[in-house]
């Protein structure tokens, strides 16, 4: 069968995909980043554009293995080309949403009649979590425009034979998926597929992932950094698919457990209003059965790890909003106006609520206390028992920290492997203030310092102070 003939994305399409970009924009330059995960993750990807290492990511200058380096290596680029701000940093989830909605509206516009690929599009940048997620510094925006390159291509080759340009593209995502989060990816892409079968109740889903030269690039790409980076860290094989994949999903040592309806509760809640006024029915076409099954494997899949995370769900939610469009197909020829209506409140929400968001993110983000910092023209700041690592990347340093297990950097492979770390000399942590460089402001939690006449900065987080006015 002849693959289908491509057709040009539609207006209504084109302005959806335009409003999503345009909201977007607006999240990354209207707030600031959130620690600690935005400030850790952009501050790996700063210390990584200075030090001009990609093979390992740094955090406070000692190895940050916690996750591969493909999103610090783009957020570098960015940065490099943008300085340290939040912007930057959030440049890679921004594309990465674009290329998601892109991928969609393609196979839509080859495979579904006339009106899907722009409410498969808008019932995906309409779904909260997307729309949130796609300004925010974390692995996960990227890892969907890869989950949803491989289903999209499985769909396209079901309708229209093999092509080995398509299978090249999906094993490429693979590749770039496992250099963003991991053999999390796999589990994707062979977890996604089998359950796609199951769905259609035939092989076809299946067949892509017998083509060998996409296991090649995989294993040249993927495989290669991982032998790089064990020739550094030999403990890294053991970390990356003992600790971090399989403890994660089989106990609960990361404390991640949630209750039997999270996974639904997240469907429905990240997706609202269109979760609950679809009329959702099983699907008709092969494609959009192809899409139900990644989403049933993310529900299984989900359901049985013991770590969840809302994001985690995050490349589920295209693949629910293409099977949505094809609910919405039968009961009229376009979406009801109070849906539309519905659907405009989230951005109408950030906008109006934007105020109170930006105050909440400002008291959770290390940008009050760098504004501190500078206005004091402090040269060289210390850390003691706690970090702030948003506020090194918007001031672009590295500062010393006083730390015994480094549990202030949030770092399990850090703090699981501080001894491996201290026997390479990798520690950069100092045990006590006396070890420490000296500094022009010294940075601790509240009540570890008295009330001074000196004191810079304080918050529910942090009280900088000049070093010898604490008593």
Request: hydrophobic share 55%; with cysteine; aromatic share 10%.
């Amino acid at each position: 069968m002849p693959a289908p003939s491509p057709t040009a994305l539609s207006r209504p399409v084109l302005l959806v995909v335009a409003l999503s970009v345009a909201l977007s924009l607006w999240l990354a330059l209207r707030f600031p980043l959130v620690d600690p995960d935005e400030g850790r993750n952009a501050e790996v990807a700063r210390e990584m554009s200075v030090d001009h290492d990609v093979v390992i990511p740094h955090l406070a200058g000692m190895p940050y293995l916690d996750k591969p380096p493909a999103l610090f290596v783009a957020a570098a680029l960015s940065i490099r080309l943008l300085g340290h701000t939040p912007f930057a940093a959030r440049v890679p989830a921004l594309l990465a949403s674009l290329g998601t909605l892109l991928l969609l509206a393609r196979a839509s516009v080859r495979l579904e009649p006339d009106g899907h690929a722009a409410r498969a599009v808008l019932f995906t940048a309409a779904a909260p979590l997307f729309a949130v997620l796609s300004a925010y510094v974390i692995f996960d925006m990227p890892l969907t425009a890869c989950v949803t390159a491989v289903w999209t291509g499985i769909a396209l080759e079901m309708a229209g034979g093999e092509s080995a340009r398509r299978r090249a593209a999906m094993f490429l995502a693979v590749a770039l998926g496992v250099l963003l989060k991991g053999p999390v990816m796999l589990a994707w892409a062979i977890g996604g597929s089998v359950a796609a079968a199951l769905v259609l109740r035939e092989r076809a889903p299946l067949r892509w992932l017998t083509w060998w030269p996409g296991w090649l690039v995989v294993l040249a790409l993927a495989g290669g950094w991982f032998t790089l980076a064990l020739r550094r860290h030999p403990e890294y094989a053991r970390y990356a698919f003992v600790e971090e994949s399989l403890e994660r999903m089989t106990s609960g040592s990361f404390k991640r457990e949630q209750p039997w309806w999270f996974v639904p509760a997240v469907f429905i809640g990240g997706a609202l209003p269109w979760s609950l006024a679809t009329p959702w029915r099983w699907p008709v076409s092969r494609a959009t059965r192809v899409a139900a099954g990644f989403v049933a494997f993310a529900a299984v899949f989900f359901s049985a790890s013991h770590s969840k995370l809302v994001t985690y769900l995050l490349p589920a939610f295209p693949a629910l909003a293409w099977w949505a469009a094809e609910a919405w197909r039968r009961p009229a020829p376009g979406l009801p106006r109070a849906l539309l209506a519905a659907l405009a409140v989230l951005p109408a929400v950030l906008v109006a609520g934007s105020p109170w968001i930006a105050r909440y993110a400002r008291a959770q983000s290390g940008a009050p206390l760098a504004a501190a910092l500078e206005q004091a023209h402090a040269a060289t700041v210390r850390y003691e028992a706690c970090y702030s690592p948003g506020s090194d990347y918007l001031m672009g340093r590295r500062s010393p920290i006083v730390s015994t297990r480094g549990r202030e950097l949030t770092s399990n492979y850090i703090i699981r492997y501080r001894a491996t770390l201290q026997a390479r000399g990798q520690w950069r942590l100092h045990d006590s203030p006396d070890t420490a460089p000296p500094a022009d402001v010294v940075v601790t939690p509240p009540g570890r310092t008295a009330p001074v006449a000196s004191e810079l900065f304080r918050d529910h987080r942090f009280v900088a102070v000049r070093p010898g006015s604490t008593r």
